[in-house]
C-alpha cells in the first residue's frame, strides 16, 4: 500500500473519531528531570516527571483523546509506555525504547498522542528505557463514560502505586550487571507505598502514606506493581477486599484477604471500612517464586497506615503477612480469578490459527565485546523466548522499519514457533545434565512473529528450569488476552485442554507464568503494528527474555497503520 493511500484512509478514519459523541481531548505536560529526594535518611538524586514520585495520576473518560506533551530535561535518554493502552491506530506512542520509537534525547519532546476507547479501570504509564521506570511512573485511570461501574459505587477512588526503592542509582547497577556479565541488578533498599517506605524501616520512619477513611464506606483502591524486579503480596490488617477487576478489565467479584500482584498488573480491589475505629497498617512485601535460584532478595516490608476519622493515635495494627515463597497462595490468587463480560464485549475465541508452544526462562550467552568484566569462559546470563535473546535494534525502531519496508536490514521474520528442541522443561538436572548443554546456550537475535490481521493466537507459554525457576510477568503490548488455563510442571495438551476456561476466562495484559509451570492465553490479532511481549522483570529486559509480533494491516481505514506523527523522534 502506498505511502499517500495510507494517509487517506487515515484522514477517514480520524475523521470518524473526531465526531464521536461525547468525547474530549486531555493535554499534559510531562517535564522529565532530575530530582534530589530523601529516602531512608539518605538524599539521592532520581528522575521523575513534574518533580514528583510517583509522577502524576492521569484521569481520563472512556473514549477520550490523550495528548502528553513529553519535556526531556534529564541527561538519559526517555520513552514513555502508556502499559495496557490498546493504542489502536496509534503504535507510534506506544513507547517502547526501538520498539516502536527512537528515544526522545536530552533537551528533545514528543507528545504522544492515542484514544482510550473501549477501556475502563487502572492502567498506568512508565519509562521504557533503562531501568528508569524505577521513578518514572504513575496512574493512569479511566472512568467510565457513563459514571456506571458493575458493582456498588464507591464513596472514593483511591491509586496504591506498590514501588520498589535503591539508595544506589538504578542506571550505574544495571551498567555493572551488563558489564560484568553477571545479568542480575542488586537487591533494592526497600519496597514503597505511594512511593514511601514506611515505619518497619529502621531509618526515617516519618515517609509513610496515610489514607484517612470514614467508617462504613467502600473504597475502590487502583493497586498497581510498579516494582522493577519484584512481585508483592499486599494486605490491610483487619480488612478484607473483593477484587472486581485486574489490568482494567471487569472480573466477578473475588473475596481475598490478600492481593498477589506481579510487576506491571493492576489489581482494582473493593474495601469495606467496618473494622473497630483504630489505625491499620497496609503492608507490601516480596513474593519470592525462585525455586532453584539466587537465593538473595530484598526481604523488607513496606508499610502506610489506614486511620478512621476520629480514631486515636494507637499504634496501628499489623497484617499477618503470607510467607515470601508462599506458592499456593499466589497461584491461588491468580487462578481464581474470572472474567465478567459484559453486552457487546468480545468473546472468547473457540478457535486459533497460529499455535505457538514458547518456552520462558534464563540461559547462557557469549560475553558481548562491551562485557568488558565478563567471564568469557563461562559467558554471561541471559534469557530467551523459545531458546532466541532478542536483540534490540540500534539504528532504528521496529515499526518504522516496518512502516518503511526497511525490516530486512532491522529483523528477521522467523521466530520459532517451538522451542528447538522438546525435554523434561521443569526439572532441576536441566542444569547438569550434559545433553542438555547445548539448550544452555541461547542465541542473540532480532526475530519476529509475522501475524495476519485479526488472526487469533494461541500461545502456550512454557517456564524452563535453566539457570533458575521463577514466576515470570509476561506483558503483551497492543492487546489484552485471555487466560485459558495456568498449571505446574510440563505442558500436557491432553489434560490441559479439558481444563480451558472458554466461557469467563480472565482477561489480562501481563501474565505470570508459575514458577516451574506453564500458563495458556489467547488473543485476536486486531491491531496493526509491532508489539513487544517481554518479561515485566526488568533486569530479564537486558538479557533478552522478549518477543516481537508484527501484525499486518487489515483492509479497512480503521485496520491500516497510519504514518507516523510529525514530530517524531529521530535516531
Given at each position: 500500500?502506498?505511502?499517500g493511500?495510507?494517509?487517506?484512509l487515515?484522514?477517514?478514519?480520524?475523521?470518524?473519531?473526531?465526531?464521536a459523541a461525547?468525547?474530549?481531548?486531555?493535554?499534559?505536560t510531562?517535564?522529565v528531570?532530575?530530582?534530589?529526594?530523601?529516602?531512608?535518611?539518605?538524599?539521592?538524586?532520581?528522575?521523575a516527571?513534574?518533580?514528583?514520585?510517583?509522577?502524576?495520576?492521569?484521569?481520563?473518560?472512556?473514549?477520550?483523546?490523550?495528548?502528553?506533551?513529553?519535556?526531556?530535561?534529564?541527561?538519559?535518554?526517555?520513552?514513555?509506555?502508556?502499559?495496557?493502552?490498546?493504542?489502536?491506530?496509534?503504535?507510534?506512542?506506544?513507547?517502547?525504547?526501538?520498539?516502536?520509537?527512537?528515544?526522545?534525547?536530552?533537551?528533545?519532546?514528543?507528545?504522544?498522542?492515542?484514544?482510550v476507547?473501549?477501556?475502563?479501570?487502572?492502567?498506568?504509564?512508565?519509562?521504557?528505557?533503562?531501568?528508569l521506570?524505577?521513578?518514572?511512573?504513575?496512574?493512569?485511570?479511566?472512568?467510565?463514560?457513563?459514571?456506571?461501574?458493575?458493582?456498588?459505587?464507591p464513596?472514593?477512588?483511591?491509586?496504591?502505586?506498590?514501588?520498589?526503592w535503591?539508595?544506589?542509582?538504578?542506571?550505574?547497577?544495571?551498567?555493572?550487571?551488563?558489564?560484568?556479565?553477571?545479568?542480575?541488578?542488586?537487591i533494592?533498599?526497600?519496597?514503597?507505598?505511594?512511593?514511601?517506605?514506611?515505619?518497619?524501616?529502621t531509618?526515617?520512619?516519618?515517609?509513610?502514606?496515610?489514607?484517612?477513611?470514614?467508617?462504613?464506606?467502600?473504597?475502590?483502591?487502583?493497586?498497581?506493581?510498579?516494582?522493577?524486579?519484584?512481585?508483592?503480596?499486599?494486605?490491610i490488617?483487619?480488612?478484607?477486599?473483593?477484587?472486581?477487576?485486574?489490568?482494567?478489565?471487569?472480573?466477578k467479584?473475588?473475596?481475598?484477604?490478600?492481593?498477589?500482584?506481579?510487576?506491571?498488573?493492576?489489581?482494582?480491589?473493593?474495601?469495606v471500612?467496618?473494622?473497630?475505629?483504630?489505625?491499620?497498617?497496609?503492608?507490601?512485601?516480596p513474593?519470592?517464586s525462585?525455586?532453584?535460584?539466587?537465593?538473595?532478595?530484598?526481604s523488607?516490608?513496606?508499610?502506610?497506615?489506614?486511620?478512621?476519622?476520629?480514631?486515636?493515635?494507637?499504634?496501628?495494627?499489623?497484617?499477618?503477612?503470607?510467607?515470601?515463597?508462599?506458592?499456593?497462595t499466589?497461584?491461588?490468587?491468580?487462578?481464581?480469578?474470572?472474567?465478567?463480560?459484559?453486552?457487546?464485549?468480545?468473546?472468547?475465541?473457540?478457535?486459533?490459527?497460529?499455535?505457538?508452544?514458547?518456552?520462558?526462562?534464563?540461559?547462557?550467552?557469549?560475553?558481548?565485546?562491551?562485557?568488558?568484566?565478563?567471564?568469557?569462559?563461562?559467558?554471561?546470563?541471559?534469557?530467551?523466548?523459545?531458546?532466541?535473546?532478542?536483540?534490540?535494534?540500534?539504528?532504528?525502531?521496529?515499526?518504522?522499519?516496518?512502516?518503511?519496508?526497511?525490516?530486512?536490514?532491522?529483523?528477521?521474520?522467523d521466530?520459532?514457533?517451538?522451542p528447538?528442541?522438546?525435554?523434561?522443561?521443569?526439572?532441576?538436572?536441566?542444569?547438569?545434565?550434559?545433553?542438555?548443554?547445548?539448550l544452555?546456550r541461547?542465541?542473540?537475535?532480532?526475530?519476529?512473529?509475522?501475524?495476519?490481521?485479526?488472526a487469533?493466537?494461541?500461545?502456550?507459554?512454557?517456564?524452563?528450569?535453566?539457570v533458575?525457576?521463577?514466576?515470570?510477568?509476561?506483558?503483551?503490548?497492543?492487546?489484552?488476552?485471555?487466560?485459558?488455563?495456568?498449571?505446574?510442571?510440563?505442558?500436557?495438551a491432553?489434560?490441559?485442554?479439558?481444563?480451558?476456561?472458554?466461557?469467563?476466562?480472565?482477561?489480562?495484559?501481563?501474565?505470570?507464568?508459575?514458577?516451574?509451570?506453564?500458563?495458556?492465553?489467547r488473543?485476536?490479532?486486531n491491531?496493526?503494528?509491532?508489539?513487544?511481549?517481554?518479561c515485566?522483570?526488568?533486569?530479564?529486559v537486558p538479557?533478552?527474555?522478549?518477543t516481537?509480533?508484527?501484525?499486518?494491516?487489515g483492509?479497512?481505514?480503521?485496520?491500516?497503520?497510519p504514518?507516523?506523527p510529525?514530530d517524531?523522534?529521530?535516531?
Amino acid at each position: 500500500m502506498t505511502c499517500g493511500s495510507r494517509i487517506l484512509l487515515f484522514a477517514v478514519a480520524l475523521l470518524c473519531a473526531l465526531l464521536a459523541a461525547d468525547s474530549a481531548v486531555v493535554e499534559r505536560t510531562f517535564h522529565v528531570r532530575n530530582l534530589t529526594v530523601s529516602r531512608l535518611c539518605e538524599r539521592r538524586v532520581i528522575t521523575a516527571v513534574n518533580g514528583k514520585l510517583p509522577g502524576p495520576t492521569i484521569r481520563v473518560r472512556e473514549g477520550d483523546t490523550l495528548l502528553v506533551h513529553v519535556v526531556n530535561l534529564s541527561p538519559y535518554d526517555i520513552t514513555i509506555h502508556w502499559h495496557g493502552v490498546f493504542q489502536k491506530q496509534s503504535g507510534w506512542a506506544d513507547g517502547p525504547n526501538m520498539i516502536t520509537q527512537c528515544p526522545i534525547r536530552p533537551g528533545g519532546s514528543y507528545t504522544y498522542r492515542f484514544n482510550v476507547s473501549g477501556q475502563e479501570g487502572t492502567l498506568w504509564w512508565h519509562a521504557h528505557t533503562s531501568f528508569l521506570r524505577a521513578t518514572v511512573h504513575g496512574a493512569l485511570i479511566i472512568r467510565p463514560r457513563n459514571h456506571s461501574f458493575p458493582f456498588r459505587q464507591p464513596h472514593r477512588q483511591v491509586p496504591i502505586l506498590l514501588g520498589e526503592w535503591w539508595n544506589a542509582d538504578v542506571g550505574d547497577l544495571e551498567k555493572q550487571a551488563f558489564l560484568t556479565g553477571g545479568g542480575i541488578v542488586n537487591i533494592s533498599n526497600a519496597f514503597t507505598i505511594n512511593g514511601k517506605p514506611g515505619h518497619l524501616y529502621t531509618r526515617c520512619k516519618n515517609h509513610t502514606y496515610k489514607l484517612e477513611v470514614v467508617a462504613g464506606k467502600t473504597y475502590l483502591l487502583r493497586i498497581i506493581n510498579s516494582a522493577v524486579n519484584s512481585e508483592l503480596f499486599f494486605k490491610i490488617a483487619g480488612h478484607a477486599f473483593t477484587v472486581v477487576a485486574v489490568d482494567a478489565s471487569y472480573t466477578k467479584p473475588y473475596d481475598t484477604d490478600v492481593v498477589v500482584i506481579a510487576p506491571g498488573q493492576t489489581v482494582d480491589a473493593l474495601m469495606v471500612t467496618d473494622a473497630p475505629f483504630a489505625r491499620y497498617y497496609m503492608a507490601s512485601q516480596p513474593y519470592f517464586s525462585s525455586l532453584n535460584g539466587p537465593p538473595s532478595f530484598d526481604s523488607t516490608t513496606a508499610t502506610a497506615i489506614v486511620r478512621y476519622a476520629d480514631a486515636d493515635d494507637v499504634p496501628p495494627q499489623m497484617p499477618r503477612m503470607p510467607a515470601f515463597n508462599d506458592t499456593p497462595t499466589a497461584h491461588r490468587f491468580y487462578t481464581n480469578l474470572t472474567g465478567l463480560r459484559r453486552p457487546g464485549e468480545p468473546a472468547v475465541p473457540l478457535e486459533a490459527e497460529e499455535h505457538m508452544f514458547v518456552t520462558v526462562g534464563l540461559g547462557v550467552l557469549a560475553c558481548e565485546p562491551t562485557q568488558v568484566v565478563c567471564n568469557r569462559s563461562r559467558g554471561t546470563l541471559g534469557a530467551s523466548m523459545n531458546n532466541v535473546s532478542f536483540r534490540f535494534p540500534t539504528s532504528m525502531s521496529l515499526l518504522e522499519a516496518h512502516f518503511s519496508g526497511f525490516h530486512e536490514a532491522e529483523y528477521q521474520p522467523d521466530f520459532p514457533d517451538h522451542p528447538p528442541a522438546m525435554f523434561d522443561f521443569t526439572n532441576n538436572s536441566l542444569n547438569t545434565d550434559p545433553r542438555l548443554a547445548p539448550l544452555l546456550r541461547t542465541q542473540r537475535g532480532t526475530k519476529v512473529k509475522k501475524v495476519k490481521y485479526n488472526a487469533t493466537v494461541e500461545m502456550v507459554l512454557q517456564n524452563t528450569a535453566f539457570v533458575g525457576t521463577e514466576n515470570h510477568p509476561l506483558h503483551l503490548h497492543g492487546f489484552n488476552f485471555f487466560v485459558l488455563a495456568q498449571g505446574f510442571g510440563n505442558y500436557n495438551a491432553t489434560t490441559a485442554r479439558s481444563r480451558y476456561n472458554l466461557v469467563d476466562p480472565q482477561v489480562r495484559n501481563t501474565i505470570g507464568v508459575p514458577a516451574g509451570g506453564w500458563a495458556v492465553i489467547r488473543f485476536v490479532a486486531n491491531n496493526p503494528g509491532v508489539w513487544i511481549m517481554h518479561c515485566h522483570l526488568e533486569q530479564h529486559v537486558p538479557l533478552g527474555l522478549a518477543t516481537v509480533f508484527v501484525v499486518e494491516d487489515g483492509t479497512t481505514p480503521d485496520s491500516i497503520l497510519p504514518p507516523p506523527p510529525p514530530d517524531f523522534p529521530a535516531c
